[in-house]
Structures are given as C-alpha cells and as structure tokens.
C-alpha cells in the first residue's frame, strides 16, 4: 500500500522500529526562491539587494563560467562592504591531487571558489555552487560561510571546499557574488532562503 499522506501513524507504519521518529507537528525547514539571476550578458558580478530579515540562513546556488579564457576566483561581500573585514579557508583537490588548505584573513572579500569558473576554450562546461550563509539575521555574532563547489572540465575535474567569516555583526541585507573574471553569458545564480 502506497503512502499517499504523511501522518504520525503512517511513519509508524513505515518504521515499526521507530515510532516517535516524527511528533507528528514538526517539520522540515523549506528553501523559498528569492530571486534568480539569468545573465543575458557578460558582467563581472551579481548583486542581490534588499534581502529580508524573515529566514534563518541563506543559500545561494549557482551555474557559472568564465567569460575569457582564464579560469577565475569567485568571491562575495555584504552590504557593499570592500574594507579587509573577511577571512577565508580553503581545501580543493583535482581528481588526482588534493591541494594543502590555506587560508586568509584581513581580505577585501571572502573568496568561494579557487580558479573555478570554467573558461570559454572549454566549450559548453559550467562550474556548480552552493553556498550556505548562516544566522545572516543574527546581529549577536559574526556571518559564517560555507560553500561546496566543483566542475568537470573535459576529464580534469575540481572540487573544493570553502568557508570564510565577515568580521562584522550588521544583519546581511545585501550580497555581492564577484567573478575574478566575468560571469559568461547563461551563468545562473539564485538566491533561497531557508525557514
């Protein structure tokens, strides 16, 4: 018998093994769209404004690609904040080579992603992110970052780990995502928040 509604007593059905699994009132935190950017052009950041205070965290997922033939960096700031208020740590590896974590501190933005956005020589690849903002609300602490991200780049494929703080305890009402080169055309970044 297919389960057609979640109920206390159909996930005790389900899970005999396990019947206070779900209290039957709680549920799982839900990603509301914000808003999405789809560039229609080249441009060397994207800028999400006037963010509401109303959700726990923030994520930011994204499709992006270099626009020159470069790899580039991915970065983000608050609040339009460009003073050396950001810190970052680092792990990346290529599919055969881990690269030694590092880090910064005193930066001008925290950077994401390390020589990630795929070049126009490597045709139709798009580099992948999800970027988590935690507590961004939260005026009590400072802002952490997490962001998992990677690409296959014709059989030299990359991924990576970053996290990083903003050394400030304003509430985050704006995000800047900034390409070390620009974002090719059909890059996509969407903004949710998380209840």
Known sequence: MAI??????TLQQAFPKFP?????????????????????????SVTFSSIPSTY?????????????????????????????????????????????????ISQTSIRIADNFLPPTSEGNIFGVFILDILDYADINKLTTVKNIYGSDRNGSGLFGMHSGFWNNTNAINSIEIIGETSFNIFSSISLYGIK
């Open 20 to 44: 206070s699994a779900w209290d039957g009132l709680s549920s799982v935190p839900t990603f509301e769209p914000i808003n999405t950017v789809k560039l229609k052009s080249s441009a060397s």
């Open 56 to 104: 726990s965290h923030l994520q930011i997922r994204g499709t992006v690609k270099s626009n020159t033939t470069g790899a580039g960096d991915l970065s983000i700031r608050f609040n339009g904040d460009s003073g050396t208020n950001y810190a970052r740590h680092t792990i990346q590896a290529n599919g055969s080579t881990a690269t030694a974590p590092n880090a910064g």
């Open 4 to 9: 057609t509604r979640l109920t206390e007593s």
